[in-house]
């Protein structure tokens, strides 16, 4: 299986203060293709990471879907959207108990 990271050019590490003096940098970047990793005391914490063009044409709903579904707390369905319910036919004595109570 390919991680989906390995698209990245390369991972460019940032501590907290040294981010904050040169965010510029870090998101120009993020934007050639970078992954840029922060840390705190050594140990990695966030991860900025470039925007899918194609997420920012989704409504905000299938936006999170996609988001729960990558993080793996849910797995999307492969068929289209669920049918409008329709109410089964009555007939019998439930047509007759129905009809009594009216």
């Known amino acids: 299986m390919i991680c989906k990271y390995s698209l990245y050019m390369k991972d460019i590490s940032y501590g907290v203060r040294e981010l904050q003096a040169h965010l510029g940098q870090a998101l120009r970047a993020v934007e050639r293709g970078d992954r840029v990793v922060i840390t705190s005391h050594g140990r990695p914490v966030a991860m900025i990471i470039k925007v899918d063009s194609s ?48």
């Open 55 to 102: 997420a920012k044409r989704l409504p905000p709903l299938e936006r999170k879907l996609l988001r729960l579904a990558a993080e793996g707390k849910l797995i999307l369905g492969k068929r289209g959207p669920i049918p409008d319910f329709k109410a089964p036919r009555i007939g019998g004595l439930a047509k007759q108990l129905l009809a009594d109570r009216r």
